[in-house]
């Protein structure tokens, strides 16, 4: 059967990452989240004082990072490896969280990410999400979506994610780092997050996951269909 390329683009914690995760495990697929990326490299640069805004200190620090992914059969997903350490519960973190729209501005991040990216979907098959990659990294994916949902039950759903791990954690640090990583993620100057002209939009705020699975899957037989 043709194989396609399928990108989901859209605002932090609108469920993304799950329903592309569903996609690729229903198409047998490859799924790449490629908000982690981002984020090991924001970890890498917390960890050894790089500052982000400092090109010459960024692209010196790229130069010794290598990202990898690792199938983990108990997720069913796979793990980051930022130099071959698995950092993929760390990565989540509060502190990664309010740091990585920053790093993921800068004008060589978004080019190592990028680059990385495209690659990964030379041979198609693959369901990416993030915020740029119907946009900049896959601009001629055969099937583009664009997921939203109402800002309430974003805060929402990404404050139970957060509290099962870090019960201290408040519902107004959440809305505050979301709003924030929207702001930075949608106005930086290097590929922002936009809907493409040709992605469809769709708003899950009322949709179990069974619904919004079915409806993406619709999409993806029609589009291998045409
Ligand atoms: O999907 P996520 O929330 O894990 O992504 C973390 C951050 O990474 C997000 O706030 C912006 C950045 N990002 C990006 O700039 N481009 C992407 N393709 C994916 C994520």
Known sequence: ?????????????????????????ELNY?????????????LYC?????????????????QKINLDFDYNAATGS??????????????RDMLVSEHVSEVAANQYVR????AQQQKMGEKKGIVMDGRDIGTTVFPNAELKIFVTA???????????????KNPNITMAEVQTNLEMRDYIDSNREF??????????????????REEQLKTALQWVHNKIKE
């Not at 059967?1 to 495990?25: E, F, R």
């Not at 917390?46 to 790229?62: F, G, K, M, S, T």
């Not at 080019?111 to 990028?114: D, H, K, R, Y």
């Not at 939009?201 to 949709?207: A, Q």
Request: with cysteine; hydrophobic share 45%; aromatic share 6%.
């Open 1 to 25: 059967m043709k194989k396609i390329i399928v990108t989901l683009d859209g605002y932090s914690s609108c469920g993304k990452s799950t329903l592309a995760k569903q996609l690729a495990h």
């Open 46 to 62: 917390l960890r050894n004082h790089i500052d982000w805004n400092d090109d010459v200190a960024v692209q010196e620090a790229l």
């Open 150 to 164: 109402d800002p309430a039950v974003r805060v929402e759903r990404r404050f139970k994610e957060l509290y099962a």
């Open 78 to 91: 796979s793990d980051m490896l930022l130099n071959d350490e698995n950092v993929e519960a760390l990565i």
């Open 30 to 42: 490859v799924f790449i989240d490629s908000g982690a990326m981002y984020r090991a490299i924001t």
């Open 191 to 208: 590929s922002p997050l936009r809907k493409a002209e040709d992605a469809i939009i769709l708003d899950n705020s009322n949709l179990t």
């Open 111 to 114: 080019q190592f990410g990028v």
